[in-house]
């Protein structure tokens, strides 16, 4: 474990986390600006949201995609990526055998690659899954009990170490629960060997692994109310009476046609709601097509925004092509990045506009050539401050459509001077200075970036932030 700043850190700040962010910070600029007039300028510019991410973000949530590093290179599916969705599922690069095939050796290439690229474009991550009886290297079962624990607990403090900070919410413990009618466990290494206390000894210790992190529970066939999800929500309410630290439950939602989308799935989502966590839909995808696949899509969007602690919704790939059950054709893009007819409805149920469906991200579409929409917003905070000085922090949110490139300006009083800046590439004129994008220029609609900049000759007044201008 290396101890270095985050991508996103100020000066002195950081936790433990991933050594190859420091490269985006290395080079930090440093100017010399002196300030006397200050002005103030507007800041925002709304828009109709024509993107799952982008009309999600205006209902206060998030719309996620599972993504694989190996399609990254693809370039309609990287574009796809941007353009419509700001969270990111890694599909399998953060389980069990792909981060620690062996034991205590650790391998974060592949999701590393995944989480970069999430944050190149502001979106945010769910980490999937900590604690699964599938997936799991060969080493892991073998093991004795006492064995098991401390490699489960050390899987769990690694893994979450390494993401620390990086990760909105982790899927602890996944798929514990036995489908069927008998509510009983599952039978696991974890289950067999540890018994059911595994489950909330993973949850403390991924809690004191990254304090920040949202712990869900995450399982299949809870989405509406069943034998299962009764004793899911039972594990959840005894948690909640006794402190066992869990934040969210998440409900995976695979329906086809044997399994469709049940019609108390607002209900079930609601009643987990109401014991103190948060629910989301971290795995969606209806098999189908036309209408009636679009009808589905519809039905789950606007079950969650009925519940106001459902936080957001991933669906389990981008372009039917990709899907683990490719041939049901469940997902809301066709193998050619075509929005389907259940886009469309997801889109709506969002309370965004659709757009042309043949013709993504073409001309005059958000994100294609000549997108007139490009918008964002800049917001200030001090980071820290201390006698003499402060770190400023400047929020760049893309507004409904994706953006390509920003840029901020940032006015000081005198005889305040800015040392040095990073994650922005800084002019100055006078009193002036203008922070545009570098490596961070592109985001998804509804996204975020930061950069900040270090002060010193005064804490007061606080900086100007100027418009934020997009392109
Ligand atoms: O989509 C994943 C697929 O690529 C893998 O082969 C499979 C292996 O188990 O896991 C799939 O994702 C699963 C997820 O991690 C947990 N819930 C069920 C998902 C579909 O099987």
Redesign the pocket.
């Given at each position: 474990m290396r101890m270095i700043r985050k991508r996103s850190g100020t000066r002195g700040g950081g936790g433990p986390a991933r050594g190859r962010l420091r490269a985006a910070l290395g080079g930090a600029t440093t100017v010399l600006l002196t300030a006397t007039a200050l002005a103030a300028l507007p800041q925002t510019t709304a828009h109709a949201a024509d993107t799952l991410g982008a009309a999600a973000a205006e209902k206060g949530r998030y719309f996620g995609a599972?993504v694989?590093a190996n399609h990254l290179g693809e370039a309609q599916y990287a574009a796809t990526l941007d353009r419509e969705f700001n969270s990111i599922t890694p599909?399998?690069e953060m389980?069990w055998d792909a981060v620690e095939p062996n034991r205590g050796s650790f391998s974060f290439g592949r999701a590393d690659q995944i989480v970069d690229h999430a944050q190149g474009k502001g979106m945010k991550v769910r980490g999937?899954?900590l604690v699964?009886h599938?997936?799991l290297p060969g080493w892991v079962s073998g093991l004795g009990a006492t064995d098991l624990r401390s490699a489960m607990n050390n899987h769990i403090t690694q893994v979450m170490t390494h993401y620390k900070g990086e990760i909105h919410s982790w899927d602890v413990v996944?798929?514990a629960f036995q489908d069927g009618g008998s509510g009983a466990r599952r039978s696991s290494p974890f289950q067999d060997k540890l018994g059911d206390g595994f489950i909330e000894e993973a949850f403390r210790t991924a809690r004191a692994a990254d304090p920040n992190a949202k712990l869900c529970y995450?399982d299949?066939n809870t989405d509406g109310v069943n034998a299962k999800s009764n004793a899911v929500y039972t594990m959840v309410r005894d948690f909640k009476s006794r402190g066992v630290p869990i934040d969210c439950v998440g409900f995976?939602s695979?329906f086809n046609p044997n399994s469709p989308v049940p019609s108390d799935y607002r209900a079930n989502l609601q009643r987990f709601a109401d014991l103190g966590v948060d629910v989301q839909i971290t795995?969606l995808d209806i098999e189908g097509s036309g209408q009636a696949q679009a009808t589905n899509y519809g039905n789950v969007v606007r079950a969650c925004l009925a519940v106001t602690r459902c936080t957001g919704i991933t669906v389990?790939?981008i372009p039917d092509k990709y899907?683990?059950r490719s041939s049901g054709t469940p997902l809301l893009f066709d193998d050619n990045y075509n929005k389907k007819p259940a886009y469309d409805a997801a889109l709506s149920a969002l309370g965004g506009t659709p757009g042309d469906p043949g013709d993504p991200g073409g001309p005059g579409d958000p994100g294609g050539p000549g997108d007139p929409t490009a918008a964002c917003t800049a917001t200030y905070s001090t980071a820290e401050q201390w006698s003499g000085g402060y770190n400023g922090k400047v929020m760049i949110t893309a507004g409904s459509s994706p953006i390509t490139g920003w840029s901020v300006d940032v006015t000081l009083a005198s005889p305040q001077q800015v040392v040095s800046v990073w994650n922005g590439s800084p002019t100055s004129n006078g009193n002036v200075m203008t922070v545009r994008s570098t490596w961070n220029g592109s985001l998804a609609a509804g996204a975020s970036t930061s950069f900040g900049f270090t002060v010193n000759g005064g804490t007061t007044p606080p900086p100007q932030v100027g418009a934020c201008t997009a392109s």
């Open positions: 599972a694989a599909e399998n389980k999937h899954t699964w599938s997936q996944n798929e995450n299949y995976q695979h795995e389990w790939g899907s683990w």
